[in-house]
């Protein structure tokens, strides 16, 4: 007796709770027009040619009231009705499944996980027909697979486009989110780029990519430190480059991993395997090396956001490319004249803080600060301080949560429901042993904070001061300025001990 398994029609609706990322979802349909463009190349070409355009990709979206919609709209090969009716079959591989497009999956779960009802139109080249489907999420959730086919004939044989749009949206595009879609998008599609073989915008943006080369430190002879590599893991090839910077910039550094010349892990978020980069380090190390990793002959996850390891691939992949590239570890390691340690400010950049803040001492506006003479009183003082921190404390979760030893440190990192007119930093410590630290990021302060070091120090700071404070505390009943200032200069040694201890393990472990 046998029987054959089937996917209930609800498991569509389950593609809403997809552990996804927005800009790995808009991957999905960029990667289905590249890889159209590379399955039709030839003909596109001389189409692109007559029409004196190239591969070009919209991402656009609007707000349009309560109902915003986000459209995809392409110029590659477009599909006609067999073609369309493959591609919306759940896990049916397409007809060439060895690029960017492997699972049959892609825009499926990409509609589904973005909105609730999403569209399909879509002329191939050389048909003259567009067929429009419409999906509808909730309604095949509910028992109803049918999906309607809407036709236009007569249409010139030249045109050929794909036009996707989204509604009923599970998640909004705003603020900050914006900004890092951007970001991944241009890294993700760095070789089409340089290939100029696509034109991707989002809204009105134009996206390109900003090459390392010119930021790389270069020896006496001029040369790079750049260096290209190949090696296998049990007969799959892995094949890229190393390099290191020249002034450190810690966002800029890690391995970018592309599989199919599209970055499935890399900058903005970049690979930084333990075994060379040791485990949430600033060091030089982690400031200047960087690189990108092709591993076309590995598996991909089925998102796409990273490479689907066996076994014990990834260990052995680590221990070859830090032997690999054991010399630029070493390098990079290493200070120079003039920069040993990129953290460091210069002697001008130091007289340039001096004579800025004598001015901020000597001005009108901090005589008018010293010169308050009346406090509120510490109870109003509390009240006040309380009114900010409840609400925070009861709407989000803590961005940090740590333990130290019988310690409970959690930090919260907030911008919204916060003023400018608030305090820059909000501390309470319990009897239960538990700091809550609640850094305002609307502070007018936080404006003049520039990179993310800067940003780092400033959160170190504001957490150590109430972790200073709460020593002082523990220890002694009364406080004292000085016994403060002395436990809050060891906290600040911490990340020059956990730098020196980690560069012993990190040299052991390229010795292995």
């Known amino acids: ?11 569509i609706a389950s593609y809403r709770r997809m552990n996804y ?13 590249t890889q159209s463009y590379a399955n039709n190349k030839d003909a596109l070409d001389a189409a692109f040619e007559r029409e004196g355009e190239k591969l070009e990709v919209r991402i656009t979206y609007e707000r349009q009231g309560n109902d915003p919609v986000l459209r995809i709209v392409d110029n590659a090969m477009g599909m006609d009705y067999a073609e369309l009716e493959h591609a919306l079959k759940i896990a049916n591989p397409p007809a060439i499944n060895t690029g960017r497009c492997r699972y049959g999956m892609g825009m499926k779960t990409s509609s589904c996980w973005i909105g609730n009802r999403w569209s399909i139109a879509t002329k191939k080249l050389g048909d003259t027909r567009e067929y429009t489907v419409e999906v509808d999420v909730k309604r095949i959730e509910g028992g109803d697979p049918t999906l309607d086919t809407k036709t236009i004939d007569g249409l010139s044989p030249d045109e050929h486009y794909t036009r996707i749009e989204i509604r009923e949206h599970n998640r909004e595009f705003k603020g900050r989110t914006i900004g890092k879609i ?39 002879a001029g040369e790079p430190y750049k260096r290209e590599f190949m090696f296998d893991i049990g007969g799959k090839i892995a094949h890229g480059w190393a390099g290191v910077l020249d002034k450190g910039a810690r966002a800029d550094t890690g391995f970018s991993i592309l599989h199919a010349d599209r970055v499935v892990k890399g900058w903005p978020d970049a690979w930084r395997p333990e075994r060379i980069f040791g485990q949430n380090r600033n060091d030089l190390l982690n400031q200047r090396l960087l690189g990108e990793i092709h591993l076309e002959d590995f598996e991909v996850t089925h998102t796409k956001d990273n490479i689907q390891w066996y076994g014990d691939e990834e260990e052995l992949f680590e221990k070859q490319l830090a032997q690999e590239i054991s010399d630029l570890i070493n390098i990079a390691r290493t200070p120079w004249k003039d920069q ?50 409840e609400p925070v404390k009861a709407g989000r979760a803590a961005d940090i949560q740590a333990t130290v030893g019988d310690l409970k440190v959690w930090v919260y990192v907030v911008s919204t429901d916060i003023g400018p007119y608030d305090p820059y930093v909000v501390c309470e410590a319990g009897s239960d042993g538990k700091i809550i630290v609640i850094i305002n990021m609307q502070h007018p302060h936080v404006s003049q904070i520039s990179g993310e070091q800067g940003i ?7 957490v150590y001061d ?3 404070e709460w020593q002082a505390q523990k220890l002694r009943s009364k406080l004292d300025s000085n016994t403060i200032k002395m436990l809050k200069d060891s906290l600040l040694r911490v990340s020059l001990l956990i730098e020196q201890h980690a560069t012993t393990t990190t040299e052991e472990n390229v010795a292995e």
């Not at 340089?194 to 010119?214: A, M």
């Not at 780092?456 to 504001?462: E, T």
């Open 1 to 11: 007796m046998t029987f054959n398994i089937e996917i209930g029609l609800n498991a």
């Open 21 to 33: 990322e927005i800009w790995y979802a808009l991957a999905e349909f960029v990667d289905n027009s």
């Open 182 to 220: 951007k970001d991944f998008l241009k890294s993700m599609y760095r070789v089409d780029f340089r290939n100029n073989t696509l034109d991707l915008w989002y809204n009105d943006e134009l996206l390109s990519w900003e090459e390392f080369e010119t930021k790389l430190r270069r020896n006496r």
């Open 340 to 389: 040993e340690d990129g953290r460091r400010p210069s002697e001008g950049e130091i007289d340039l803080a001096i004579s800025g803040l004598r001015d901020e001492l000597m001005s009108p506006e901090m005589v008018d600060k010293i010169s308050i003479e009346v406090l509120p009183p510490e109870e109003a003082i509390r009240e006040s301080l309380a009114r900010i921190a």
């Open 456 to 462: 780092m120090n400033y959160f170190r700071h504001c």
């Open 466 to 468: 109430a972790v200073a």
